[in-house]
């Protein structure tokens, strides 16, 4: 048998959902009762089952990247003659449409499901359907896959709300709307979004998971956010006004005289935007006095000409 990759017509990278469709398109293509039991047609379908059954499951899949199975699904060595299974794509008898077999596995010949919730009755409910409803039974009605997409965004925008393109797994493109306040970690669900239902049913959802990146600035508690604020030793003992960051620009900050490394000052309503009924967070300045890089002449003749009682470390003793 060939490659099973070369047999549907896809990479060796290849998501589930790629070669799932690849399946899917070239088994309604080429199924015997599509070509009025076509003989080449029936070989070429079987081979299409047989490949789908190695790559299509993530653990035969892996076993076959690494070499330890052939594109049969066999232990590498396996002599399926010697076992009376020659003829079949899956290593035993032949069965089923245009003689095709799936393992049934579970209480009452249920047929098993795959890891990623595929079952192959779906499919041939969905071809036999297609072909003049020759199936042995009408398919019940299935809630279509749901779609897990992973994104980042600005801290600006989980605060602010925005846009936000995001690729399905399908390889559809959707533009999903950030709410503002959005956290890290939270969840967005788009429903009916996902994959197509199946007999009827409805369509799956989308649930995109949300990582904010860091800010080099500011921090956030709840709807509060803090930022460190750099101040001089002259704008700390004398007091002054400076400018300081905030989401929606620049403010004038007082600072009021005598000013210790550490002192915390509050900007009401500069926090986490105002949303429905949730009020405006304020944001926290803690100020950082700080000394120049390096030698300023003038700062250390103030120091030396400085007399002073403080005590520091008073508090310590």
Do not use: C
């Amino acid at each position: 048998m060939r490659d099973p990759y070369e047999v549907l017509g896809v990479s060796k990278n290849a998501s589930e959902a790629e070669i799932k469709k690849a399946f899917r398109t070239l088994a309604k293509k080429h199924h015997p009762d599509a070509k009025g039991g076509d003989v080449a047609s029936k070989k070429r379908f079987q081979e299409i089952s047989g490949a789908y059954d190695v790559i299509g499951d993530k653990d035969k899949r892996a076993k076959f990247d690494a070499g330890q199975i052939d594109a049969q699904g066999n232990p590498k060595g396996f002599d399926p003659r010697a076992h009376g299974f020659e003829g079949s794509p899956f290593g035993q008898g032949a069965g089923g449409p245009g003689g095709f077999h799936f393992t049934w596995a579970g209480p009452g010949d249920r047929p098993a499901e795959s890891a990623e919730g595929f079952r192959p009755e779906d499919l041939f409910a969905d071809l036999l359907g297609g072909l003049g409803g020759r199936g042995r039974g009408r398919a019940q009605p299935r809630t279509g896959q749901d779609f897990d997409v992973q994104t980042t965004v600005s801290f600006e925008e989980a605060a602010g709300g925005g846009t936000r393109r995001v690729v399905l797994p399908n390889g559809e493109q959707i533009d999903v709307r950030i709410p503002a306040g959005l956290k890290d970690g939270q969840q967005i669900r788009l429903k009916g979004r996902g994959g197509a239902g199946r007999a009827g049913g409805p369509p799956g959802d989308v649930l995109i998971h949300v990582t904010v990146a860091h800010h080099p600035y500011f921090t956030r508690e709840g709807r509060d956010l803090k930022i460190d604020l750099p101040v001089s030793l002259k704008e700390a003992v004398l007091g002054a006004k400076v400018p300081v960051r905030t989401l929606s620009g620049p403010v004038s900050l007082s600072i009021p005289p005598n000013s210790n490394s550490g002192k915390t000052l509050r900007l009401k309503g500069k926090g986490i935007p105002a949303q429905g009924k949730e009020p405006a967070g304020d944001l926290y300045v803690r100020l950082i006095v700080t000394l120049p890089d390096g030698e300023d002449a003038e700062m250390k003749k103030f120091a030396e000409n400085w007399r002073t009682s403080y005590d520091p470390r008073a508090k310590q003793r």
